[in-house]
């Protein structure tokens, strides 16, 4: 069956970087995106960026192009969100989704998120 | 602007009808897609494509797109239908999507 496994939770200080990552299975790696959502306590979901794992196409929402990246590795089916100059309201639960492209079909099966908290 | 936007929330007795709406520009062009999120899981998918409903979704729940505006509804609401709905969409392009605020569904 398709599952996202995603790693423990972090606890980092302002400033500092975290890399969290998404291991898919079930599936054929490929021929999916691979998203990057968050949700920050009471607040509500938003969209941080895509990876192609087959042709290594990435996107990122504007608010955070300088300080994301996302990397995937196909040969064992792993995507990576870093993030970089961590803030207080960075403090959120992070998941990948993974996106039918070719269909349309959504963010069909999610990760089951990761806690990140940035405090000092 | 690819923005979405949605009412905060909305109250409605069991047994009733609960619609939900969405309006933005990209609504125009783009498929909309509505989201189920209760605490401490992580978001269902509950329509794609504006009026699709994936295996497994009860059928009181349904979705249309019209203009700039999408809609879920919800038929015979019950209580276990309390939780956020989130409308997705996408940018013109296709290369970002887009959540709106959401919507806390109560179920009196």
């Known amino acids: 069956q398709v599952q996202l496994l995603q790693s423990g939770a972090e606890v980092r200080k302002p400033g500092a970087s975290v890399k969290i990552s998404c291991t898919a299975s079930g599936y054929m790696f490929t021929r999916f995106y691979l998203h990057w959502i968050r949700q920050a306590p009471g607040q509500g979901l938003e969209w941080m960026g895509v990876i192609n794992p087959r042709a290594g196409y990435r996107s990122y929402a504007q608010k955070f192009q300088d300080r994301i990246k996302v990397t995937g590795d196909a040969s064992s089916n792993i995507v990576h969100l870093e993030l970089s100059s961590l803030r207080s309201d960075d403090t959120a639960t992070y998941y990948c989704?993974?996106?039918?492209?070719?269909?349309?079909?959504?963010?069909?099966?999610w990760g089951q998120g990761t806690l990140v908290s940035v405090s000092s | 602007s690819y923005d979405l936007t949605q009412p905060p929330s909305v109250s409605v007795s069991p047994g009733q009808t609960a619609s939900i709406a969405c309006s933005g520009d990209?609504?125009?062009?783009?498929?909309s897609y509505w989201y189920q999120h209760k605490p401490g899981q992580a978001p269902t998918l509950m329509i794609y494509k504006d009026t699709e409903r994936p295996s497994g979704i009860p059928e009181r729940f349904s979705g249309s797109s019209s203009g700039t505006t999408a809609t879920l509804t919800i038929n015979g609401v019950r209580a276990e239908d309390e939780a956020d709905y989130y409308c997705q969409s996408s940018d013109n392009s296709g290369a970002f999507r887009v959540f709106g605020g959401g919507t806390k569904v109560t179920v009196l």
């Open positions: 990209s609504l125009a062009n783009q498929f």
């Open positions: 989704a993974r996106e039918d492209y070719s269909s349309s079909l959504g963010f069909d099966f």
